[in-house]
């Protein structure tokens, strides 16, 4: 068993010192020991198996980890799990709602905003909270929120497209309720 | 009722894709997604030093550390005949090093533990000791007299050379020369690039005991490659191996060939009995695995004074690195190196090419390249730039005057391949007014009486994609078709299985448009599946633009064999001979009595309810598709670009590629092929950047040193198409993966030199870094890129 | 990719953190924004044998003016907070004009300008930037409290004099003498590479004529360098043209660049005196079309 992370039991008495830490994820609440040194992509993809995160390079450039942490985006590479005690973090899964995608996630669809995949949930995170902060962004500014976030394959102009479809969409569905 | 083509999702539709769903769910299924009962974890000790004797390993502290549960060296390997293995270009490398390391990031050792953090602190106690000796870095190094012999492992390996090769008309391209008006000369280095996946290579090796079978997950292209190499390099059944190559976070040639953290892995579980999980980190990705290009050039043109190209001399050497693991199938030592030249009416031409070892990582042709053809493309564009400028003729005259005209096909090029269609004016033309050349050349020439310098480059090129054909084309012997296989249900969905392997083309979406195209059954009926060599038919996996060449071809001739027999079955149900029925998208009817006919979904009920007397049931089938030639698709990329004369910045004012891929099957993809190798074009020109000292330290071995182009900087694109279709293809298509990235890369240089014209530099080897143009266009020479890299002592 | 073992301690207070550090005899290191921290724990280039993380220490995520002017940045203030500050540009031109170019966006959600200074790389732009300023770091320990001018606080690669027990709490940016003006240029490979050279003016003007002046280099040296040379040359004048020419050359010939595969040595001290001009000839310009 590894010493990393454990779901709590009694037996959780190990040699190697943890800590016991409370997370909200998507919504939901776990409570969990781990190890000081521990990732927090680690613990969301191991200990919370939620492999929509993904991790892509050691030096906290790439942005496959990229996950929404009290709403604002976060490399989960480079925060440590036992930081997020007390804290709430979003990954791609809690994107959509039981019933519907996001627009974000829509537009990402509709645009051929990708292509492998690797680099697309930490991409939407990234988006859903620039149009969280600023609903009506223009094509320079979704590029500059987009600049920590690297995509291989697709040359980011139709990731572009599609942020600012999903935006005009969001825009719709607020102006209408 | 005629059935509308792009509606059922066939040829022609930009049908949204299927894997989308999944993957925007953050729903994919990598490698490191998947995790078995019991598995283990690996890590690798890499070597520190380029070259090194290695005097004694010493694993006591490893062992040590509490949840270690096997600890891997070279002379472990060696015990179970696993220290080398064979290359995909019949040389050997280590797996794990036992006497020398040959370069920096080499496989010494490798832990298995309960997870990759002990697995690393465990390899961190790991005490190699090293003897340094001199690295290697450069083929002029490897070829001076009295370098250390990198191969002395090697029967017959006095030095470092690794092949000494040269194809086309010596003789014939001697006399071009002598009777030529002007000589235009070149020299350069196509530097080394990385593919760099976001995702690294990875594996998850299961040996189960009980049945004796070896399943292995990995991030491979090539799946039935990897099962007949491991069946031959851990000598196992090939029946009981099962390769599983999931989704993959893209591969552009790096998920090729075959790693040796795959093969420890492999071992690993084999001895312990347990899944055992490898996940290379990104230093361990950019510093051991395959890479593309670092090739020099010293190239020259015949020309008659008006342009015309009479004669091609080239010559290259090659840097291979340690071990000589090319992954590619032709006969030719140096690729498709002589597919140079190919859209130019040329009558003759010569090419040497000689390959080094070097104490540098291995591989060679990965990348986003047909095999050598980003190189051979890159210098033709270069030097037909640099020809352009010694006449004093303008760049897009002097193609017009050479290209191959468009009633010339199929034309034998100047090194012998046959290319097979073509209207190369008609796409030079389209991007000339897509860019506003002439508008452009006026802007040009009013910046430059203000001190500004702007510049265009163009690059044209056809290139061969889709190896093989059998009888040129193999890997360790295996013949280059590929294959497909069809199951039509008796509801009329269906499944279809293929030897390609989608890294984000798009295979589930594209493949089903094939047979909707061919069957008329709606894309959406049909699920596609690739990467398990237990359900997938052999094939040859997914790179060098093979998969709609090749693959796709086969999905038509499949969805051909179903529709014979379907036609079989209309004529019994229509109650008619088979003369007699016609077909249409989705339909046979008897020919006298259009009214008359049966869908492809009833022929398929009845397929498994209603056979015809003495007829096989069910309506399955599989082809195997052995192309016969290449197709040559062709693009015209044309870049305009401002330099900051006080910096050597420069921006991408404008991009327009016009790409002719033939016939195509979801033009939304096509254009995200074409986005995506225009940015990596443009990351090579502009950043991407591996290089090494002269003690041969990799320089660019994580990505705050190989960098990797964003959102910010990338230039927008302006897409046009022409379609030739490929008269070979069933379908017309000629394959797009990778055009852009091979003709991209001399639009910016060629650009960037364009604007430089009248400085006195004639080449800048790329990537086009500020420090380095600046230093082009004030020292008015050429800038060598080439390692090692000046730094200070 | 997996950092070494090291023990975690989460305190509540400055006064808990010093003695945190305290106890921890150098072995100890602060987390804070962790954004360069932990890339080089993973890469195994750091192994620190505690971690004292200073998040969960309430009130020190500011950045504000008092009302002389003096403006504070908290050791928890993140680089974005700077970047998204919409009335930075006015009072503190020349952290508006490098906010934006620490790192990427998203390392910028969590990496604080105090943890900047105190990683100490010679390629990080916020020390610059605050020599330029002449600003302070402010640093607790168990015997109280100092000022160390960051100039004097950034002692070589990678090291600054904070004693092993004492906790940098904030910067502090000294009020104006005059009307401050300034700018920050970095030449990168791309958006969010370290610097190739990277330059921080601030000029302080009164009336037309400068009162003070600083000039900050990043990435041309062993650790962040001081151009101060450079910058006397411009006090008292008006930042005529002789002036500029001169406060290049001086600040080219203060820099000591390395070649590499960033740039020549040459090429590195040519960027810098190019954008010590640029800036202040932008300077010139947008006080003339003030007067």
């Not at chain 2, 986003?368 to 053809?373: A, E, H, I, K, L």
């Not at chain 2, 693959?551 to 001739?557: I, L, R």
């Not at chain 3, 998040?55 to 680089?79: E, F, Q, V």
Request: glycine letters at 10%; one cysteine or more; charged letters at 20%.
């Amino acid at each position: 068993m590894t010493s990393l992370f454990s779901e709590v039991t009694p037996e959780a008495a190990n040699e190697v010192a943890v800590k016991r830490i409370t997370v909200g994820i998507n919504g939901n609440k776990r409570t969990v020991d781990v190890e000081p040194r521990l990732l927090l992509a680690h613990l969301i993809r191991q200990g919370f198996k939620l492999t929509g995160t993904h991790t892509g390079c050691d030096t906290t450039n790439c942005g496959a980890c990229t996950v929404l942490f009290d709403g604002v985006p976060a490399k989960s590479c480079t925060v440590l799990a036992v930081q997020a005690n007390g804290h709430e973090v979003t990954t791609v899964e809690g994107l959509a709602s039981a019933s519907e995608l996001h627009p974000v996630q829509e537009g990402f669809k509709d645009e051929h905003g990708l292509q492998c995949g690797f680099c697309t949930p930490g991409m939407m995170l990234t988006a859903k909270a620039l149009l969280d902060e600023n609903p009506d962004p223009t094509e320079d500014e979704v590029r500059w929120a987009l600049s920590g976030n690297l995509c291989r394959c697709t040359g980011y102009q139709n990731i572009v497209k599609a942020v600012l479809g999903a935006a005009a969409k969001l825009r719709e569905q607020n102006g209408a309720s | 009722m005629t059935i509308d083509e792009i509606k059922i999702g066939g040829l022609g539709a930009s049908r949204r894709r299927v894997e989308d769903n999944r993957f925007i769910r953050g729903a994919g299924n990598y490698v490191d997604d998947i995790v078995l009962p019991g598995m283990l974890h690996m890590e690798i000790v890499r070597s520190p030093l380029a070259h090194a004797r290695i005097k004694s390993i010493d694993v006591t502290a490893a062992w040590a550390i509490p949840g270690v549960r096997l600890v891997l060296t070279g002379e472990m390997m060696a015990a179970r005949n696993l220290a080398w293995m064979p290359t995909l270009s019949y040389d050997t490398q280590a797996v794990l090093a036992t006497d020398k390391v040959r370069f920096q990031g080499q496989e010494v050792a490798a832990v298995i533990a309960d997870d990759p953090y002990i697995a690393k602190d465990a390899c961190e106690a790991i005490i190699v000791d090293y003897e340094p000796l001199p690295a290697i870095v450069n083929p002029t190094q490897a070829m001076a007299a009295g370098a250390p012999v990198i191969r002395d492992d090697k029967e017959n390996q006095p030095d470092n050379v690794i092949f000494d090769w040269d194809v086309g008309d010596k003789d014939g391209t001697d006399r071009a020369f002598a009777a030529a008006d002007v000589v235009s000369e070149l020299e350069l280095h196509y530097p080394r690039s990385h593919p760099s996946p976001i995702e690294t290579c990875g594996s998850i090796a299961d040996f189960d005991r009980s049945t004796s079978k070896l399943t292995v997950y990995m991030t491979t292209q090539a799946p039935h490659i990897i099962r007949a190499a491991v069946a031959l390099v851990a000598e196992l059944p090939e029946h009981m191996i099962r390769i599983v190559s999931p989704d993959l976070g893209g591969g552009f040639g790096n998920k090729v060939p075959v790693y040796p953290g795959y093969v420890v892995s492999i071992l690993a579980s084999i001895l312990l009995e347990r899944p055992v999980k490898w996940i290379e980190d990104k230093t361990g990705n950019l510093i051991s695995t395959g890479f593309g290009r670092d090739v020099y050039l010293k190239g020259q043109l015949a020309l008659r004074k008006d342009g015309k190209i009479l004669g091609v001399r080239m010559q290259t050497e090659s840097d291979h690195g340690a071990f000589f693991s090319d992954a590619q199938p032709s006969k030719f030592k140096i690729g498709l190196m002589h597919s140079a030249f190919a859209c130019y009416d040329v009558p003759t031409a010569h090419l040497t090419s000689r390959g080094f070892y070097t104490n540098k990582a291995p591989g060679g042709v990965a990348y986003r390249c047909s095999f050598r053809v980003t190189e051979a493309m890159f210098f033709q564009e270069r030097m037909v730039q640099a020809a352009a400028d010694d006449l004093g003729i303008d760049q897009a005259e002097i193609r017009r005057l050479n290209f191959v005209r468009d009633d010339d096909f199929p034309h034998r090029t100047p090194f012998g391949f046959l290319t097979d269609s073509g209207q190369y004016g008609k796409c030079l033309e389209m991007g000339l007014e897509a860019i506003g050349y002439e508008d452009f050349l006026k802007q040009k020439e009013e910046a430059k009486k203000n001190g500004r310098l702007l510049g265009i480059g163009i690059s044209t090129m056809t290139e061969p994609l889709g190896a093989g054909n059998s009888r040129e084309y193999d890997i360790l012997g295996i013949k280059m078709f590929d294959s497909a296989e069809l199951r039509v249900h008796m509801t009329g969905k269906a499944i279809l299985r293929t030897g390609a392997k989608s890294q984000g083309q798009g295979h589930e979406t594209t493949w089903a448009q094939i047979v909707a195209h061919e069957l008329g059954i709606p894309a959406e009926d049909i699920v596609v599946e690739e990467g398990d060599t237990d359900t997938a038919p052999f094939g040859m996996g997914t790179y060098a633009s093979r998969s709609t060449p090749v693959a796709g071809a086969a999905v038509s001739m499949v969805s051909r064999k179903i529709r014979a027999k379907a036609r079989k079955i209309a004529a019994h149900l229509l109650e008619v001979s088979e003369e007699d029925v016609e077909w249409e998208l989705g339909r046979f009817f008897v020919r006298s009595a259009p009214d008359l006919g049966v869908t492809i979904q009833e022929c398929a009920n009845a397929a498994y309810s209603n056979i015809p007397d003495g007829m096989e049931p069910g309506l399955e089938n599989n082809a195997y598709y052995d192309p016969p030639n290449l197709t040559w698709p062709f693009a015209c990329y044309i870049a305009t670009v401002e330099i900051d004369p006080l910096t050597g910045v420069w921006d991408v004012l404008n991009m327009v590629a016009v790409d002719d891929c033939g016939v195509r099957i979801n033009p939304m993809i096509v254009e995200g092929q074409i986005m995506g190798g225009l940015t990596e074009a443009y990351a090579m020109a502009s950043m991407q950047f591996i290089t090494f000292d002269s003690e041969g330290n990799c320089v660019g071995s994580n990505y705050m040193d190989y960098l990797l182009p964003t959102a910010w900087e990338t230039p927008g694109f302006e897409l046009h198409e022409v379609v030739t279709p490929c008269p070979h293809h069933p379908i017309g298509a000629k394959g797009i993966g990778e055009c852009a990235t091979v003709g991209g890369p001399a639009a910016f240089v060629n650009a960037v030199m364009d604007a430089l014209q009248g400085a006195g530099v004639r080449n800048i080897d790329m990537p086009l870094l500020p420090d380095r143009v600046y230093e082009g266009l004030t020292e008015g020479r050429d800038v060598s890129g080439a390692p090692p890299i000046r730094t200070d002592a | 990719m997996y950092p070494s073992r090291f023990s975690y301690e989460a305190p509540d207070t400055v006064e808990e953190a010093i003695e945190l550090l305290r106890r921890g005899q150098g072995e100890a290191k602060v987390l804070a924004g962790g954004q360069s921290l932990l890339p080089m724990m993973k890469l195994r280039f750091a192994s620190p044998g505690t971690l004292i993380d200073i998040n969960n220490i309430p009130g020190l995520d500011y950045h504000r003016a008092d009302s002389d002017g003096t403006y504070r940045i908290g050791a928890l203030c993140r680089h974005a907070q700077l970047e998204k500050s919409p009335d930075l540009a006015a009072s503190q031109p020349t952290m508006a004009a490098a906010a934006h170019t620490v790192a990427d966006p998203i390392v910028r959600n969590r990496g604080t300008l105090v943890g900047s200074i105190c990683h100490a790389d010679p390629q990080g732009d916020w020390a610059s930037v605050m020599i330029s300023l002449g600003a302070s770091v402010v640093a607790k320990g168990p015997t109280g409290v100092r000022s160390v001018a960051v100039a004097d606080f950034v002692s070589g690669p990678f090291q600054t004099v904070l004693a092993s027990d004492e906790l940098a709490v904030e910067a502090v940016v000294p009020a104006p003498v005059g009307v401050r003006a300034g700018g920050y240029l970095k030449l990168e490979r791309r958006v969010g590479d370290f610097a190739t050279a990277g330059v921080a003016v601030s000029v302080e003007f009164s009336g037309s004529s400068v009162a003070r002046a600083g000039i900050g280099l990043t990435g041309v040296g062993s650790s962040t360098i001081n151009a101060a040379e450079a910058a006397a040359a411009l006090v008292g004048g008006s930042l005529s043209e002789t002036d500029i020419a001169a406060a290049a050359e001086l600040a080219a010939a203060a820099s000591r660049p390395r070649s590499d595969h960033r740039g020549s040595e040459s090429y590195k001290r040519h960027i810098v005196a190019t954008f010590v001009s640029r800036i202040l000839t932008s300077l010139q310009l947008s006080t003339q079309e003030v007067a």
